[in-house]
């Protein structure tokens, strides 16, 4: 195999390994989408727990989830809706 030969291979190779990676970055990108009750818990920096997540399924309160085969997602979109739902102005002091 010659110089050239050796020089394309290589160029291809790097080419599909960057084509892999803008896959799994897509891919990833779908999955951040969702979160589980664990992530949602994280992302709220733990102010509730998984038990009061499931208390709100079950009561109707928090963000509106997904059951798929028995566990439960919430959508970015929901989580982001309802924290602004959430979202309260200080009132300035008299």
Not at 21 to 45: A, D, G, H, V, Y
């Amino acid at each position: 195999m010659g110089k050239a030969e050796v020089i394309d291979n290589a160029v291809k190779q790097l080419g599909e390994a960057i084509n892999s990676c803008f896959l799994q970055n897509e891919e990833n990108s779908e999955m951040n989408k969702i979160l589980t009750p664990r992530q949602l818990c994280e992302r709220w920096e733990k102010m509730i727990s998984e038990k009061t997540l499931a208390n709100w399924r079950h009561t109707g309160e928090g963000p509106e989830y997904i059951k798929i085969g028995g566990k439960i997602a919430y959508l970015i979109e929901s989580v982001e809706q309802y924290e602004e739902k959430r979202r309260r102005k200080a009132f300035p002091a008299r």
